[in-house]
């Protein structure tokens, strides 16, 4: 931790959570006005629990971003969901994520369950308003009903702050009541510090991130990359990952008629990769066939996606 010479200076963990695809990436990365968590209109594209750091005159509030709770249980979702919920040991607040363009469902009224459970104090931000803002009410009503079935008098809920990740509507409100309920101390990462992510899986993301805007919907569960190498050699990062399937017919689609797609989301990545470490990168991209690679407890280990 370092110290801060600023007698009131503010800092503290905030832990982002929310249902697949509410938007919780896209708020972090305006937030911190830095691409650190991946984003694409598919859901589950977060896999690991994800440290940014943002420094503003007198706080730092240290952001932690994390899978989207499923209500479906197999072993990656599994994990995924034991990603999200071990990420409030030790957090300060809470930044609940809802998308109120669509209806509550069975995995927001999991994550309500969930939340009540809990005694630390929530900042609700109802995202995508510029969709549409029709179900606000409902969102509030079904969190004010856990609350009567529970007999929790005191709403820990601190606000309920309608923003817009994608227009920037209301995100400066939703900065300044985060930090209004940061504790006074020291700040824990000096100010250079953008995010304690390892570089192997944010370079994995990124290279996720470009398979899923190349390929769409058709296999965004069925994909996991694993980094196995970064070599610096003296004018350019040389690196080699390994993309993970789970049967020949989708090794075909990510390879693409005449490698298009993989040589796409390599050009992609690759870029991405480049403005992450600021200097060339040579991308060396491969695909394997490991079927059910969700269910192997050593293949999840070796992704970073257990929770010990």
């Given at each position: 931790?370092?110290?801060?010479?600023?007698?009131?200076?503010?800092?503290?963990?905030?832990?982002?959570?929310?249902?697949?695809?509410?938007?919780?990436?896209?708020?972090?990365?305006?937030?911190?006005?830095?691409?650190?968590?991946?984003?694409?209109?598919?859901?589950?594209?977060?896999?690991?629990?994800?440290?940014?750091?943002?420094?503003?005159?007198?706080?730092?509030?240290?952001f932690v971003d994390t899978?989207?709770?499923?209500?479906?249980?197999?072993?990656?979702?599994?994990?995924?969901?034991?990603?999200?919920?071990?990420?409030?040991?030790?957090?300060?607040?809470?930044?609940?994520?809802?998308?109120?363009?669509?209806?509550?469902?069975?995995?927001?009224?999991?994550?309500?369950?969930?939340?009540?459970?809990?005694?630390?104090?929530?900042?609700?931000?109802?995202?995508?308003?510029?969709?549409?803002?029709?179900?606000?009410?409902?969102?509030?009503?079904?969190?004010?009903?856990?609350?009567?079935?529970?007999?929790?008098?005191?709403?820990?809920?601190?606000?309920?702050?309608?923003?817009?990740?994608?227009?920037?509507?209301?995100?400066?409100?939703?900065?300044?009541?985060?930090?209004?309920?940061?504790?006074?101390?020291?700040?824990?990462?000096?100010?250079?510090?953008?995010?304690?992510?390892?570089?192997?899986?944010?370079?994995?993301?990124?290279?996720?991130?470009k398979l899923f805007l190349?390929?769409?919907?058709?296999?965004?569960?069925?994909?996991?990359?694993?980094?196995?190498?970064?070599?610096?050699?003296?004018?350019?990062?040389?690196?080699?990952?390994?993309?993970?399937?789970?049967?020949?017919?989708?090794?075909?689609?990510?390879?693409?008629?005449?490698?298009?797609?993989?040589?796409?989301?390599?050009?992609?990545?690759?870029?991405?990769?480049?403005r992450i470490i600021g200097?060339?990168?040579?991308?060396?991209?491969?695909?394997?066939?490991?079927?059910?690679?969700?269910?192997?407890?050593?293949?999840?280990?070796?992704?970073?996606?257990?929770?010990?």
């Amino acid at each position: 931790m370092n110290d801060s010479p600023a007698e009131n200076f503010k800092s503290g963990f905030v832990t982002i959570i929310g249902r697949p695809n509410s938007g919780k990436s896209t708020i972090l990365n305006y937030l911190v006005g830095n691409k650190i968590s991946i984003v694409s209109p598919i859901p589950q594209t977060t896999r690991h629990q994800i440290r940014a750091i943002l420094n503003i005159p007198g706080a730092q509030i240290v952001f932690v971003d994390t899978p989207g709770i499923h209500s479906f249980q197999d072993n990656l979702a599994g994990q995924l969901n034991s990603i999200a919920k071990a990420s409030m040991d030790g957090c300060d607040l809470v930044l609940y994520v809802v998308d109120v363009s669509r209806k509550t469902g069975q995995e927001e009224e999991a994550i309500m369950d969930f939340l009540t459970n809990q005694r630390i104090r929530i900042v609700m931000a109802m995202n995508k308003i510029d969709l549409g803002d029709k179900h606000i009410e409902e969102y509030v009503k079904l969190w004010k009903d856990k609350l009567t079935l529970k007999n929790i008098t005191s709403d820990p809920v601190i606000y309920y702050l309608p923003v817009s990740a994608k227009t920037g509507k209301n995100m400066d409100v939703l900065l300044q009541s985060l930090v209004e309920n940061l504790p006074i101390q020291p700040s824990f990462y000096d100010d250079q510090t953008p995010t304690d992510f390892p570089l192997k899986f944010r370079i994995a993301d990124s290279i996720r991130e470009k398979l899923f805007l190349n390929l769409h919907k058709e296999l965004p569960h069925s994909i996991a990359v694993e980094v196995e190498e970064i070599k610096e050699k003296a004018r350019i990062t040389y690196v080699r990952a390994i993309i993970y399937v789970n049967r020949p017919s989708q090794k075909k689609i990510v390879i693409g008629t005449k490698g298009e797609i993989l040589k796409e989301a390599g050009s992609m990545a690759r870029q991405d990769i480049e403005r992450i470490i600021g200097r060339k990168v040579y991308l060396e991209l491969w695909v394997k066939v490991v079927e059910d690679w969700q269910s192997k407890t050593r293949i999840l280990k070796e992704l970073g996606y257990c929770v010990e």
